[in-house]
């Protein structure tokens, strides 16, 4: 019986936040600046791991209630100076749920990139370091 109650709630957690990939373009194919994968846990810093750690996009996602809006899709929510719309592959911001996006994500919205350059000298983030001692 407490076996198959934990591994419900195993299940659960696993399956708690993915779904929200669904809900942003190109969602299962966001652009990794750390690695060759896709970073797949888009609104937190840690790339595979759906944490309590949210980067910005993570926070602003959230504060949109979840939803894809033209005001998330315009904001750069990493301050890299590209929108979360062009970075998403949606830049005219006209995606929808389940459609198609116009193009392929070249960016991660939550993580200022690329990495420890120009506008992003200032980012704490590191590639390979997540959670609260590696991010300002």
């Not at 100076?81 to 949606?90: M, V």
């Not at 116009?102 to 590191?126: L, M, N, V, W």
């Amino acid at each position: 019986m407490i076996r198959a109650l934990l591994c419900c709630v195993g299940v659960v957690s696993v399956l708690g936040h993915p779904q929200y990939r669904d809900t942003i373009p190109n969602g299962y194919s966001v652009f990794n600046p750390c690695g060759s994968n896709f970073w797949e846990a888009v609104g937190h810093y840690n790339d595979i791991h759906h944490t309590h750690d949210k980067n910005p996009f993570g926070k602003a996602f959230a504060a949109a209630g979840h939803q894809w809006t033209t005001a998330l899709c315009q904001a750069d929510s990493d301050g890299d100076g590209t929108s979360n719309g062009a970075e998403l592959g949606d830049p005219n911001c006209v995606w929808t749920v389940g459609a198609t996006p116009e193009g392929k994500s070249t960016g991660q919205p939550g993580i200022c990139e690329p990495i420890g350059s120009g506008a992003c000298s200032s980012s704490a983030f590191r590639c390979g370091c997540h959670g609260h001692s590696c991010v300002g």
